[in-house]
C-alpha cells in the first residue's frame, strides 16, 4: 500500500507517539489521530451535524478505549455500509481469548502486541 491514509484510534500518549513514529519510518505520512471511540466514530461516520472527516485505507484500533471500547468501534464499523469493509488492525496488549474471538468473529485484519514496531509495519503494510 502507497502512503495509505490511516487513521490511529488510540488512547495512550506514549502508545500514539510510538505508533505514529513507526508509521512514518515505514513512509506513511497521511495519519489522523482519535483518542476514544466515539471522536473515531464520528470521525468515520460523521455526526448528526456534520459529515465523516476522514475516509482511511486502513484503521489501527486500540481495544481499551474511553467512551466506546474498540470492539463496539469495530462492530460499529462493519455495521455501516460505508466502512464494512474498511481494513482494520487491532492493536492491544490482551491475550483474552474473548478479545480475539470477538475480532475474528467482526473481520480484524489483524491483532498486533503493542507497541507496534516497523517490522511489524513492514510485513502488514
Same mark, same amino acid.
Given at each position: 500500500?502507497?502512503?495509505?491514509?490511516?487513521?490511529?484510534?488510540?488512547?495512550?500518549?506514549?502508545?500514539?507517539?510510538?505508533?505514529?513514529?513507526?508509521?512514518?519510518?515505514?513512509?506513511? *505520512?497521511?495519519?489522523?489521530? !482519535?483518542?476514544?471511540?466515539? /471522536?473515531? #466514530?464520528?470521525?468515520?461516520?460523521?455526526?448528526?451535524?456534520?459529515?465523516?472527516?476522514?475516509?482511511?485505507?486502513?484503521?489501527?484500533?486500540?481495544?481499551?478505549?474511553?467512551?466506546? +471500547?474498540?470492539? /463496539?468501534?469495530? /462492530?460499529?464499523?462493519?455495521?455501516?455500509?460505508?466502512?464494512?469493509?474498511?481494513?482494520?488492525?487491532?492493536? *492491544?496488549?490482551?491475550?483474552?481469548?474473548? +478479545?480475539?474471538?470477538?475480532?475474528?468473529?467482526?473481520?480484524?485484519? !489483524?491483532?498486533?502486541?503493542?507497541?507496534?514496531?516497523?517490522? *511489524?509495519?513492514? *510485513?502488514? #503494510?
Amino acid at each position: 500500500m502507497n502512503n495509505p491514509v490511516v487513521l490511529l484510534v488510540e488512547d495512550s500518549a506514549d502508545d500514539e507517539e510510538l505508533t505514529v513514529w513507526a508509521l512514518r519510518r515505514v513512509g506513511v *505520512t497521511r495519519i489522523a489521530v !482519535a483518542r476514544d471511540g466515539a /471522536e473515531a #466514530l464520528a470521525m468515520l461516520h460523521g455526526s448528526p451535524s456534520s459529515e465523516p472527516s476522514i475516509a482511511p485505507d486502513l484503521v489501527f484500533l486500540d481495544l481499551r478505549l474511553p467512551k466506546i +471500547d474498540g470492539i /463496539e468501534v469495530l /462492530e460499529r464499523i462493519r455495521g455501516d455500509e460505508r466502512t464494512r469493509h474498511l481494513r482494520v488492525a487491532i492493536l *492491544t496488549s490482551s491475550n483474552d481469548p474473548r +478479545d480475539v474471538d470477538d475480532c475474528a468473529r467482526l473481520g480484524a485484519a !489483524a491483532m498486533i502486541a503493542k507497541p507496534l514496531g516497523v517490522e *511489524t509495519l513492514e *510485513t502488514f #503494510l
